[in-house]
């Protein structure tokens, strides 16, 4: 079986951004554990260090950049490098760890109620998917709205029950989706 976690990697990988920044707590260690030996995780003492390291990141290398911070709390500490990150168009992709799905709007102890509009409106796109399949999709879709023009910040709040979860079938397609920009048209679209 392959699961939401296993999937994630995957698109990660084929997209290339295998250099994570963070500063985790408990609700992101389930997408930590086993952390695949091919991905460097970069850990920031604060999280508008590690938000601020991302963005320089995704501007000198010129590509999405994966950040994962924990919870609401940590993401309204990355709050103030968010600000630069979207005046800079940095393609940043934002996670933030959310609790349990069965503990989301009871105000539980880490939960974020409303975590699509926490980062609002410092993000081009903000999304709690709706269920733990949907996730990869989910993913997917931040790192296409990363990489368009004009590029920017986007964040994804995932509920850490979702990661051992059964991942969809067909979801090795979204691994494989890029984005491919130019001012003018190629030569091979003209003939």
């Known amino acids: 079986m ?38 460097s995780y970069i850990l920031g003492l604060h999280e508008g260090a590690v938000v601020g390291m991302a963005d320089g990141f995704a501007l000198a290398t ?34 933030a760890g959310q609790q349990v799905r069965s503990m989301i709007g009871v105000e539980a102890m880490l939960a974020n109620v409303d975590a699509a509009q926490l980062p609002k409106p410092l993000v081009k796109w903000s999304h709690e998917p709706a269920s733990a399949q949907d996730v990869p999709r989910t993913l997917s879709q931040a790192i296409h709205m990363a990489s368009l023009a004009p590029r920017g910040p986007v964040y ?25 920009s130019a001012g003018v048209p190629s030569p091979a679209q003209l003939h």
Request: a negative charge.
């Open 2 to 39: 392959k699961t939401v976690h296993s999937a994630t990697y995957d698109i990660l990988r084929e997209q290339g951004l295998t250099t994570i920044f963070g500063n985790p707590g408990s609700n992101e260690l389930p997408f930590l554990k086993g952390f695949p030996e091919d991905f």
């Open 156 to 180: 994804v709040s995932i509920p850490y029950d979702d990661w051992a979860c059964e991942a969809p079938a067909g979801v090795e397609h979204l691994a494989r989706r890029h984005v491919a």
């Open 62 to 95: 010129g590509k999405p950049t994966f950040v994962n911070l924990h919870a609401a709390a940590g993401t309204g500490n990355g709050m103030g490098a968010l600000t630069n990150a979207w005046y800079s168009h940095s393609p940043l992709v934002i996670t």
